[in-house]
């Protein structure tokens, strides 16, 4: 059983005993099903957008809720509620095992409380109320160093959002779990003219913890400044030549391409189905052995780190290819019990209105040994890409399109004209055994990554240190 302080908090968020869980657990269970589990949530928020150096839109809100899974063989029941009363939170459970009833039989084990597995990943002594006027601050100071970057800076949209979130997850093998999550985000657009032409750039950064992180380079000035350069900069910018030809991946950001394009490959939800270019090549080479790729939810106040999954698992640092060999793939509870697979923490959702499913955190390429400038001064004729827009990506093939919204042509070793227009064209499974050198100058993103899966929204991070692939094709816009 928990401690009674913890019986405490959770009665004050969730207005739920113990003898509760274990009714509503039952109540999900009584047609059967190999297991169960309650997801509680409580959050509140607030977001503000700053627009032609007016407020459009400021809000504050709280949110809650609980989500009721059964799972028997591979059905899976779900239901949830957004009231907190006894008969609404039991019709939720009984929904739930309706829809997966079944033959199986398990047995509700007494709660335990699980030790925390770590010191907390984010620790924040948050306000009960949010201060919106030291919000209103930070996108202020946004606008106005945007606006004094250049004369050229046209348009400037700031955003901000914040949440504090408090879960619990009870469930029939006597998990017992809770966590309070923070999470905040600034960014910045700008929309750069000249001559009758426009061009945008965009920043921005944020992670788990306050407003004090938006301090130094995710400080409002800082990030405005960048994405003023980035618009300014594509003014100049020549159309992309196109073609197969060597490319280099400037740090940090430019992981996004690694996560979609080699990531989502690697959830076992697409692994049990099939549908990923990746099934069934556990242990085999699938990148050159200069890269190494790791999903980490361990990482202190990243933004996609968590000290728990949605699931109560505690987060991992799970080594998905080790020097080119596939060594695992992102397991939760469901996919890891049908595929005979460990765990790795990887159970997320967007709310108590979803069901978990595997996601990734943070998610990068290991630092290598190579110098950046040996690695650019190595390439005669390519394309250095330092920033990502939009792309696309096909799980089943791995086939995949990315815009770069910063881009630079390579001319005998040195970064010379900005490009518009560069789009890298390859496949997920391809790409990577085409990595010859991989730099020393691993950075994570600052903090903005939102991923999309099956309608579902979960806040994770990216990382990769400069790397060279000999072979993609690049789509370009010069004639």
């Known amino acids: 059983m928990p401690e009674p302080a913890t019986l405490q908090y959770f009665q004050r968020h969730f207005g739920v005993t113990a003898a509760d869980i274990g009714r509503y657990l039952a109540a ?8 169960a589990d309650l997801y509680f949530e409580h959050q509140t928020g607030s977001s ?25 063989g591979e059905r899976t029941g779900y239901a949830y509620s957004d009231e907190f009363t006894p008969e609404k939170l039991l019709r939720a459970a009984r929904t739930a095992a309706h829809i997966a009833s079944g033959p199986a039989r398990t047995h509700i084990v007494g709660l335990r409380q699980l030790a925390p597995p770590r010191p907390n990943l984010y620790p924040l002594a948050a306000p009960a109320t949010p201060d919106l006027q030291l919000r209103l601050e930070l996108v202020q100071r946004a606008d106005a160093a945007a606006r004094a970057y250049d004369p050229r800076i046209r348009q400037v949209r700031v955003s901000f959002a914040d949440e504090l979130k408090q879960i619990l997850i009870a469930s029939s093998d006597g998990t017992l779990a809770a966590d309070t999550q923070p999470l905040a985000r600034l960014h910045i657009f700008c929309l750069a003219g000249e001559n009758g032409r426009s061009e945008r750039g965009s920043a921005g950064g944020g992670g788990r913890a306050g407003l004090e992180q938006f ?31 060597e490319v280099v991946l400037g740090p940090g950001w430019p992981g996004i391409l690694l996560h979609e394009a080699v990531g989502h490959g690697l959830e076992a939800d697409f692994i049990r189905k099939r549908t990923s270019a990746f099934t069934g090549r556990l242990g085999q080479r699938v990148a050159s052995e200069h890269c190494t790729v790791v999903d980490d939810g ?6 996609g780190s968590i000290n728990l999954d949605d699931e ?21 509870r469901l996919n890891s019990r049908l595929l005979g697979a460990a765990r790795t923490g990887n159970g997320r959702r967007e709310s108590y209105a979803h069901m978990p499913m595997p996601r990734m955190t943070n998610t990068y390429m290991l630092a290598g040994e190579d110098d950046p400038g040996e690695i650019l001064r ?53 790409v990577l055994t085409h990595v010859s050198r991989v730099g020393h100058d691993l950075q994570l993103d600052l903090g903005i990554g939102t991923c999309g899966k099956d309608g579902q929204s979960v806040p994770v991070g990216v990382g990769l240190p400069t790397i060279k692939i000999d072979r993609l094709t690049v789509g370009g816009t010069e004639s």
């Open 28 to 35: 999900a269970l009584e047609r059967g099903g190999d297991y």
């Open 312 to 332: 109560g698992e505690p987060s991992e640092q799970t080594v998905l290819i080790e020097k080119g060999i596939l060594r695992a793939y992102l397991q939760d």
């Open 378 to 430: 190595s390439v005669r004729h390519g394309i250095y890409a330092a920033n990502f827009g939009g792309g696309q990506v096909d799980i089943t093939s791995g086939k995949f399109v990315f815009s770069a919204s910063e881009s630079y042509l390579i001319e005998d070793g040195k970064i010379t004209a900005p490009l518009r227009g560069a789009t890298l064209i390859g496949s997920g499974p391809e």
């Open 215 to 245: 301090a130094a380079e995710k400080s409002p000035e800082a990030l405005a400044r960048h994405a003023a350069e980035e618009a300014i900069r594509q003014l100049s910018a020549r159309p992309c030549p196109a073609g197969e030809m």
């Open 48 to 72: 503000l957008l700053l627009d032609e150096s007016l407020i459009k839109s400021a809000s504050q809100g709280i949110s809650a809720g609980m989500g009721v899974r059964v799972l028997a």
């Open 298 to 303: 361990t990482l202190p106040g990243r933004r």
